[in-house]
């Protein structure tokens, strides 16, 4: 474990407290708002709520690990011996990133086969990307496990990425002219805010991570990407499902 | 109690946080879905969540105990004395096995009769199943208890199989074509899943199973069982109840 000052302690404390508010707020603002979009969004609205209800779950959970692995005493740090459990993180993203792409799917309202297809495709290779890295991070070490199960993971990631601006791309293109840009917002929130995991997962072959520091920059910039694709990145999801119920409404 | 390694304990640790949240996740879904499927279906898609809220109930009481059993410092797992409590599944099962089949007889919609006779049946077979399996895992052997309790339960758990595909399996191909499919995959589900649990408990007969891998391989492996039997095959009922709904509201 690494040695931590009581500033960076306290840093990560009050980010994971901050996350934990956020997504709880999150859950209960696309909840609440299931009843004003029509019902072809409903279930849209409520995988939205789903992931961010997940994420606050594991961010009660990380930061009740991050508690335990440290104890602060008159402003000095010491390690507890607890291990801090990083797993929570590979735990919640098993479950939320396939929903957080069959959100997106959900609210384009494709055809049913479409929709069934590129759930499965999508939300499948987000669940392999998951699992491949999940051997790389907790081995522990900076070799060539991390680095093998971490090659593995970017084959999916990268499929994905495709996809987003691929065959997902062209259907994006039909959507109504009223929700293109936001639909478009939306799936680039995911690829840029994604681009944060395999940084942080490469980059201690390039630089040594051992210090309080990083330690403290990786978890608050998980929890800021984390942040990014799952609330901010459902607002987005809402808003569309809201003005697409309007049109729609107002059309029929 | 087995020696586990620090990497063991872990793995098990996440894969029960990973039940926790999925079992909610499932339940909220599932509950938040009643309002999109007709009056026909809501019990069945209430009962779906009850499964899962009681499923949820379980993994969060057996992750306690986990994290109790053993602990965990500076990367070497010991035994605390305190002794895991493996009942805890006896006593889920008992209540969600014969709900979960009551699910798929109830959005199956046949007559009051049948509904009433079948669910009778095979939830009585299925609490009988559990019940007779309970003093054999619980005797801690791997003698002639384990192995008597264990045979006698088989015989309720062939009846279920049996008649999921012989008087329900005529009642599903008597099932509009829509969902025929569907109700013949969540019927497989069931069966499927359910095997793993048999060979478990019988695997000791034939290989010794002292160590901390089987220990972590029978965890994770219950656990996706539970998984699939519980919300992956909830979701195909409520997909069912949707598409059902939809169909019969078209035609009325």
């Given at each position: ?25 999150a859950?209960?603002?696309f ?13 849209a609205?409520?995988i939205t709520g789903l992931v961010t209800f997940i994420a ?36 919640d993203w098993l479950l939320t990133v396939p929903l957080l792409l069959i959100e997106l799917i959900l609210v ?11 759930s499965?495709?999508l939300g499948?290779?987000a669940a392999?990307?998951i ?29 994905i990425?495709?996809?987003l ?21 939306a799936r680039?929130l995911v690829v840029?805010s994604w ?31 984390d942040?990014t694709a799952k609330a901010v990145f459902g607002l987005v999801i ?15």
């Amino acid at each position: 474990m690494e040695t931590l000052t009581a500033g960076q302690f306290s840093l990560v404390y009050n980010a994971f407290s901050f996350g934990i508010a956020t997504f709880a707020a999150a859950t209960l603002f696309f909840w609440f708002g299931r009843s004003q979009v029509s019902h072809h969004y409903k279930t849209a609205v409520t995988i939205t709520g789903l992931v961010t209800f997940i994420a606050f779950y594991h961010y009660w959970r990380i930061f009740d690990s991050w508690g335990e692995a440290y104890e602060v005493a008159n402003g000095v740090v010491t390690v507890t011996g607890a291990s801090f459990n990083h797993a929570y993180r590979y735990v919640d993203w098993l479950l939320t990133v396939p929903l957080l792409l069959i959100e997106l799917i959900l609210v384009m309202r494709l055809s049913q086969t479409e929709t069934v297809s590129k759930s499965i495709k999508l939300g499948g290779a987000a669940a392999l990307m998951i699992l491949l890295g999940y051997p790389g991070e907790v081995s522990g070490g900076i070799d060539s496990t991390r680095f093998i199960w971490g090659a593995l993971s970017m084959i999916p990631f990268l499929y994905i990425v495709f996809t987003l601006y691929s065959s997902l791309g062209e259907a994006i293109e039909r959507q109504p002219d009223s929700v293109r840009g936001l639909i478009r917002l939306a799936r680039n929130l995911v690829v840029v805010s994604w681009f944060f995991y395999p940084v942080v997962y490469f980059l201690p072959f390039l630089l040594s991570l051992d210090g309080g520091t990083t330690r403290a920059g990786i978890e608050v910039g998980y929890t800021i990407a984390d942040i990014t694709a799952k609330a901010v990145f459902g607002l987005v999801i809402f808003a569309i499902a809201v003005r697409k119920s309007e049109a729609e409404g107002a059309k029929a």
